[in-house]
């Protein structure tokens, strides 16, 4: 490790790990509901399960990405980080707060906590993927906004790379885009309109730009490849991750009162959107193609090339499959969506916290050149159980998405099922789903575990 303040990195990647193995717990959780509708009622009824399976999703890429950023940039910049100290201040002060409005879903009615922490002075909450206590989401701006000035100052004193420009690009980005969620019109339509301002811009618009720049750091660590050349891939990715996410989110306007002309823009920038993943796949087995060192730590390009092939097919292929307007009419809040967003959020953010985690953590805990053989070989079982354990849950979905559109809106199946009888139904395929995710928390496990292997010699 170059400088000891990248060392802040450490209880950023710990905690984002402890928070993704309740993610999962809570979407298994999830799914013996699906099956059992009464699991665990009154204690965790599902919209309470499914408020913090989806918020821990949110937080835990968060301290991933901080992690990250903490970790890469002094590295990048040839200089410590501006002040380690608010680095750890704002890492307790995030920590603490997640859990306390955690365990506020878990314990409090909704309701009451909306009462308690004075919603009504500020009203922001009650919306899908933003149930967070207005104070929680003060307490957020404050926190990032803390991150972007510790990461930017550290950025601007040292060296610049496309890198850190790229990555400083999509983190204010990310702070710009989240002040909509202090902005609650009356009117639904237009609450709908700017809600996509933030869950669309943030998933498919600058934490891509975050992703890319984490991955291409790992990659020139893991085969040397020129600086130059991967920059401009970089640049060559963003661009298009840009133009097609930013038009790309009028396929969220389809049917919510906005005017026609979102089906055809829409549709046309969803066509697009793919393209940048496809480019991704094609950049990271090229630099392992034009690699000039073989690095020991075989296991984070491992995580590398998996992040690009996962996030192309679960944001790409799967983002295209439902959303071309005729297509989107009969699949849009069916279990497709589900699909789509389970291997997209793994493959495009999941796996790059393990990428940068298998790089990093190694690094931190003194073993410059990774792990050992054995605790590789260990994480790749579990880089191969979660990978086919998320495959699985996909494809469960996909046939739940089509079963479901096939009974309950498809206009030449004859009399249409209702909702709960049309779940009913699929009960059998949400059984493999549970199955699956089984699968892909014993490999998380299996990660975890390939991390207390005993190391038989410390690089020096």
Do not use: C
């Amino acid at each position: 490790m170059k400088y000891n303040s990248q060392m802040v990195a450490k209880p950023y990647f710990i905690f984002a790990l402890v928070l993704l193995a309740g993610e999962i717990l809570f979407g298994l959780i999830l799914g013996l509901q699906y099956i059992n509708g009464d699991f665990l009622f009154p204690l965790i009824p599902f919209n309470v399960a499914r408020m913090v399976h989806i918020n821990l999703l949110i937080v835990l890429i968060l301290f991933a990405f901080m992690g990250a950023a903490y970790y890469l940039v002094p590295e990048e910049s040839e200089r410590e980080l501006w002040s380690p100290k608010l680095a750890i201040i704002t890492f307790w002060v995030f920590a603490a707060a997640g859990v306390a409005t955690i365990l506020g879903y878990l314990l409090v009615p909704y309701a009451t906590l909306a009462e308690i922490t004075y919603n009504n002075l500020l009203p922001t909450m009650g919306r899908e993927f933003l149930e967070q206590p207005t104070i929680t989401k003060i307490g957020i701006v404050i926190v990032v906004l803390s991150f972007i000035l510790n990461i930017a100052m550290t950025v601007l004193k040292g060296r610049r790379t496309v890198i850190t420009v790229v990555l400083l690009t999509g983190l204010v980005g990310m702070a710009f885009f989240f002040l909509f969620a202090f902005y609650l019109p009356e009117n639904l339509a237009v609450d709908k309109f700017f809600w996509w301002f933030v869950i669309h811009l943030w998933v498919e618009g600058v934490w891509e730009l975050i992703m890319g720049a984490i991955l291409s750091f790992v990659l020139i660590k893991v085969t040397g490849v020129d600086r130059e050349h991967i920059d401009k891939w970089l640049y060559l990715i963003i661009a298009m991750t840009l133009v097609s996410g930013i038009l790309g989110t009028g396929h969220h306007f389809f049917f919510i009162g906005t005017p026609d002309y979102w089906l055809w823009i829409g549709s046309i920038a969803s066509s697009v959107e793919p393209l940048p993943f496809f480019l991704m796949i094609l950049y990271a087995f090229s630099m392992e193609k034009k690699r000039r060192i073989d690095h020991e730590n075989k296991i984070a390009l491992t995580w590398a090339k998996g992040t690009a092939v996962i996030a192309f097919l679960g944001a790409g292929v799967w983002g295209f499959i439902h959303t071309l307007a005729p297509v989107n009419y009969y699949t849009h809040g069916t279990q497709l969506t589900a699909a789509h967003g389970h291997l997209a959020f793994f493959g495009a953010y999941i796996m790059i916290m393990f990428t940068i985690i298998s790089y990093a953590m190694p690094i931190i805990r003194g073993r410059l050149k990774g792990n050992s053989q054995k605790s590789q070989n260990i994480e790749r079982i579990g880089f191969w159980l979660m990978v086919i354990g998320m495959l699985g849950v996909t494809l469960a979905l996909t046939v739940a998405g089509t079963w479901q559109i096939i009974l309950q809106r498809w206009p030449d199946s004859g009399e249409a099922l209702s909702f709960m009888a049309t779940q009913a139904e699929i009960i059998p395929v949400y059984v493999f789903r549970l199955g699956f995710g089984l699968i892909t928390f014993a490999g998380l496990v299996t990660y975890l575990y390939s991390f207390f292997v005993k190391q038989p010699v410390l690089s020096k």
